[in-house]
């Protein structure tokens, strides 16, 4: 098992920058894909970036071009930096952990088995 505990949420104008982290514990860092979900009231669960545990990387056409996923094995953190927000992006953020999951699988959260309590990111507009 790892644990994840997600930072870094909060409230930011539009067009705003935010920085989430996501520090794992419990097992061995390398292995493990790394993702990120978010889940908007009255909304299901989506997608958001994921990079594998060989830097292999998958982003959602929502945030291609403005959200960076990153990862440091040396720290157990992965981060995502989030430029140019949209008040769409206003939501609950989730860290998520898969061992070995491969790049062709990394949008489906049935892959990972260990999640975070998820921080939220409010964007005003």
């Known amino acids: 098992q790892v644990q994840l505990v997600e930072s870094g949420g909060g409230l930011v104008q539009a067009g705003g920058s935010l920085r989430l982290s996501c520090a794992a514990s419990g097992r061995t860092f390398s292995g493990y894909a790394m993702g990120w979900f978010r889940q908007a009231p009255g909304k299901e669960r989506e997608f958001v970036v994921a990079?594998?545990?060989?830097?292999?990387?998958a982003y959602a056409d929502s945030v291609k071009g403005r959200f960076t996923i990153s990862r440091d094995n040396a720290k157990n953190t992965v981060s995502l930096q989030m430029n140019s927000l949209k008040p769409e992006d206003t939501a609950v953020y989730y860290c998520?952990?898969?061992?070995?999951?491969?790049?062709?699988?990394?949008?489906?959260?049935?892959?990972?088995?260990?999640w975070g309590q998820g921080t939220q990111v409010t964007v005003s507009s």
């Open positions: 998520a952990a898969g061992y070995l999951v491969v790049p062709s699988n990394l949008e489906d959260s049935s892959w990972y088995h260990n």
């Open positions: 990079i594998t545990w060989d830097d292999k990387t």
